[in-house]
């Protein structure tokens, strides 16, 4: 076991890429700015100056403290130390290169201690930040929960993590307030109901998202749903994938609705109908937010559904082989495929080392203009009917979500879904039990009938519990909904969806550059000259039919306290300057800076 510690790694707990908090450095550009088509974008010059560490090429010996961690012993390996030694010795008995690193392995970070305000962030060392207790990520692969699987998460929550729970933006369920003692424990618990944490952090194939709707949905493409499970089964907790250069993030979706975010994963399989070949999926890689984002490229391959995991363990082997591991901040796939281009990286995934045989040319999916997520009562395929609901920013408690699964089941379901947006569908309801249903949700603090404000925001976990954060952001969300619903009652039934995403720091956890409403998290000066909590505002962010990452106003800064009022003035702005049915990215591309700030 090494007793190497890897250099402060500021390791996102949850979503995208954990380089050091940082300026973004993606050029300011307009939210509408024409770009070309991903698969037809040009490679950029390859890094040639140096090596980048990547195995393929010769480069094996470790290039940072990180690597050199995962070199000498195996983050899976780690299980085997947290049942025979730390359950016993407790936090003060486990070796550094573990703590601060392959506990992630298993979905453990330390968590932030309390009362360490946002500007020592990126000043304390990791030691100084975390406390003696442990987040601790349950992975949910498709977002797939049964009733008796939501009722011992909420179990363990309320015996083991002071009632804590978020539903993440990456269908997971993180808990909070964990002791290492109690982790077998806890595995015990949820390995029983079929969930895991193996690999739900760390230099791994995080969870694979699938659609909420797999399955069930009228308008479904097709199912990918065996494919996940596929891949969970050959490749997740394998030790052929357990090194790579940084985390990998995979979406599968046959939903026309696109209701996973392809454009932003490392590989994203998208639901296509191929004029000869039929329904199967367009592949997208290189995907990513943080503080360098891009949006994947396709491909332009049409893949079946029994050669989806097939391909994707390609996709994960040249990432293994070719990824760039001497720096951590140019580690995920997205720098690669911007240095080789779909084209080349099409090539590599078909040669003898990986597929072996060509791929078929597919046909791109038609972007879809509509509501991505599932809120609301819908019909299944078969009949029956399933309801979206929206806990606000994901917050929830092990008690809710216990009493939701006593719900779901008195109206005779026993399943559940996570979405790609903190939120839950519950499947399989009769058409005669929903108003009974809607009536239970409303008992419970819950609807399926959200403002635009609640149905449209997500948070962070931010500095309650992150030792990267800068900022509050769910208590400060929780708090803004209820402003904007106030403020905003005389607009509330006439306004269209607007995104609003919070993140604590530049990390794009929560999205941030993608939405209408951007709030990158900060210290700011005031106008009384004192530092406070602020925010960085990106405006315009959109997926879809016009992709492009929001836009930033020269020195536009708010603090946490001017928040309300500036998403209130904003709003109204639009609401006044809205050219018919204009969406919000639309107008922000068009409006004089004036109206913005």
């Known amino acids: 076991m090494s007793s190497v510690s890897p250099q402060t790694e500021r390791v996102a707990p949850e979503g995208a890429s954990a380089a050091p908090a940082a300026a973004a450095v993606t050029p300011e550009r307009p939210a509408r700015a024409a770009r070309p088509a991903a698969a037809e974008r040009p490679a950029r010059r390859p890094r040639t100056a140096k090596g980048q560490g990547q195995w393929a090429l010769g480069y094996r010996e470790p290039l940072n403290p ?22 016993h010795t407790g936090y003060d008995g486990v070796d550094p290169g573990d703590l601060r690193g392959r506990f992630r392995w298993w979905g453990l970070y330390t968590q932030r201690a309390p009362g360490i305000d946002g500007g020592r962030t990126a000043v304390l060392e990791p030691e100084e930040l975390e406390d003696k207790y442990f987040m601790l990520r349950v992975r949910v692969d498709g977002g797939q929960l049964t009733t008796a699987a939501l009722r011992t998460i909420g179990e363990v929550s309320t015996t083991y993590a002071r009632d804590t729970a978020d539903v993440t933006d990456r269908q997971n369920i993180q808990l909070h307030w964990i002791r290492i003692e109690d982790v077998p424990a806890i595995w015990d618990a949820v390995e029983g109901v079929g969930l895991s944490t193996a690999e739900a952090c760390g230099d791994v194939p995080r969870v694979i998202l699938g659609s909420p709707v797999a399955g069930i949905a009228k308008d479904e493409i097709i199912d990918g749903t065996p494919a996940i499970e596929a891949i969970v089964e050959r490749y997740i907790g394998s030790k052929e994938f357990s ?6 993030k995979t979406a599968i979706t046959g939903s026309p609705r696109q209701d996973l975010l392809h454009e932003v994963h490392d590989l994203a399989f998208v639901g296509v109908v191929h004029p000869e070949h039929g329904p199967g999926f367009d592949v997208w890689v290189g995907g990513g937010l943080s503080t360098n984002p891009m949006l994947g490229q396709r491909l332009g391959v049409w893949v079946p559904l029994d050669e989806v995991p097939e391909v994707w363990a390609g996709v994960v082997g040249i990432f293994r082989d070719y990824g760039y591991r001497r720096l951590r901040n140019h580690a995920r796939l997205k720098f690669l495929m911007a240095d ?62 216990t009493r939701l699964a006593d719900l779901v089941e008195a109206h005779g379901s026993q399943r559940v879904r996570l979405t790609a947006d903190q939120a839950i569908v519950v499947l399989d309801l009769e058409a005669e039990r929903i108003d009974s249903f809607l009536a239970g949700l409303d008992e419970l603090g ?20 992150c030792k990267l954060a800068i900022v509050e952001t769910k208590a400060r969300g929780i708090a803004l909904v209820d402003a904007l619903e106030t403020r905003l009652a005389d607009e509330l039934d006439s306004l269209p969806a607007i995104s609003i995403n919070i993140n604590g720091c530049p990390n794009a956890c929560a999205r941030t550059q993608i939405a209408d409403i951007g709030l990158k998290g900060m210290i700011v000066t005031g106008a009384d000259g004192e530092q406070h909590e602020g925010f960085q505002v990106h405006l315009g962010g959109s997926l879809g039919l016009a992709p492009g990452f929001g836009k930033k106003l020269r020195g536009h800064k708010i603090t946490g306290d001017e928040l ?27 409006a004089e800076e004036a109206a913005l700030r």
């Open 243 to 248: 090194n790579l250069p940084r985390k990998f």
């Open 340 to 401: 080789w281009g779909a084209q080349k990286f099409r090539e590599v995934l078909e040669s003898p080392k990986y597929l072996d045989r060509a791929l078929v040319d597919g046909p791109a999916p038609e972007p879809y203009a509509g509501a991505r997520d599932h809120v609301g009562v819908h019909e299944q395929n078969d009949g029956r009917f399933y309801v979206g609901i929206t806990p606000t920013v994901g917050r929830v408690s092990g008690t809710l979500l």
């Open 446 to 465: 819950l609807t399926a009938t959200p403002s635009t404000f609640k149905r449209n925001m997500m948070a962070c976990t931010g500095i309650e519990f």
């Open 564 to 590: 309300p009022d500036y998403v209130e003035r904003v709003v109204r702005r639009f609401t006044e300057q809205r050219d018919g049915d204009e969406p919000f990215a639309q107008w922000v591309a068009r």
């Open 66 to 87: 990180n690597e050199r961690m995962k070199k000498d012993d195996d983050g899976l390996n780690v299980r085997a130390r947290i049942e025979n030694i730390y359950r």
